[in-house]
T-cell receptor, first 114, second 114 residues
Framework: AQSVTQLGSHVSVSEGALVLLRCNYSSSVPPYLFWYVQYPNQGLQLLLKYTSAATLVKGINGFEAEFKKSETSFHLTKPSAHMSDAAEYFCAVSSNSGYSTLTFGKGTMLLVSP | EADIYQTPRYLVIGTGKKITLECSQT?????MYWYQQDPGMELHLIHY???????EKGDLSSESTVSRIRTEHFPLTLESARPSHTSQYLC?????????????FGPGTRLTVT
């Protein structure tokens, strides 16, 4: 069974500050990991994904995430927050077995203040 | 931008009514999914399909039903709506094959049952 834990339902940063959104997973098989972003009244948009190639993954809008197997983590970072980054962020895990589906975390709302 | 559409975007309906939420994609994806999303909670998979005439129930028990008669169309039906069905419903699709393929999401339908 797979599970995803996102620490902190809300994270507040100032514009220009570092963004760090935490994601820990559990999976009985090597995982594939995804970060999605959801803006108000919209669906989810893929930010980046880890598929067992490079452990440091770069995504859209300046975001990146590092896969750390020893820590079972896949934290999302951005060096400098922008007001437009305010949204909800979801971490998800997919197994590589057969007909896999995604398991999502509860999401983290990122608040950016001027 | 992904070509996956959901209608209606918002629906307010009375208890006992039959409703169908529409989902269509123009990407030729074999896999399609329905998720239920409540505030502060993870997305819960309620139905998925791996192709025409293939449907499976997801992790979260749901009183809804789905059908997949055409590749591009994956409607969700509630025979008798109840207030407990009030939620946001998200449709998604992905290519078949490897689990590394990301899911593309529609904008969602926000359902309110009074």
């Amino acid at each position: 069974a797979q599970s995803v834990t996102q620490l902190g339902s809300h994270v507040s940063v100032s514009e220009g500050a570092l963004v760090l959104l935490r994601c820990n997973y559990s999976s009985s098989v090597p995982p594939y990991l995804f970060w999605y972003v959801q803006y108000p009244n919209q669906g989810l948009q893929l930010l980046l994904k880890y598929t067992s190639a490079a452990t440091l993954v770069k995504g859209i809008n300046g975001f990146e995430a590092e896969f750390k197997k020893s820590e079972t983590s896949f934290h999302l970072t951005k060096p400098s927050a922008h007001m437009s980054d305010a949204a909800e962020y979801f971490c998800a895990v997919s197994s590589n077995s057969g007909y896999s589906t995604l398991t999502f975390g509860k999401g983290t709302m990122l608040l950016v203040s001027p | 931008e992904a070509d996956i559409y959901q209608t209606p975007r918002y629906l307010v309906i009375g208890t006992g009514k039959k409703i169908t939420l529409e989902c269509s994609q123009t990407m030729g994806h074999d896999k399609m999914y329905w998720y239920q999303q409540d505030p502060g909670m993870e997305l819960h998979l309620i139905h998925y399909s791996y192709g025409v005439n293939s449907t499976e129930k997801g992790d979260l028990s749901s009183e809804s039903t789905v059908s997949r008669i055409r590749t591009e169309h994956f409607p969700l039906t509630l025979e008798s709506a109840r207030p407990s069905h009030t939620s946001q419903y998200l449709c998604a699709s992905s290519e078949s094959g490897r689990a590394t393929y990301e899911q593309y999401f529609g904008p969602g339908t926000r359902l309110t049952v009074t």
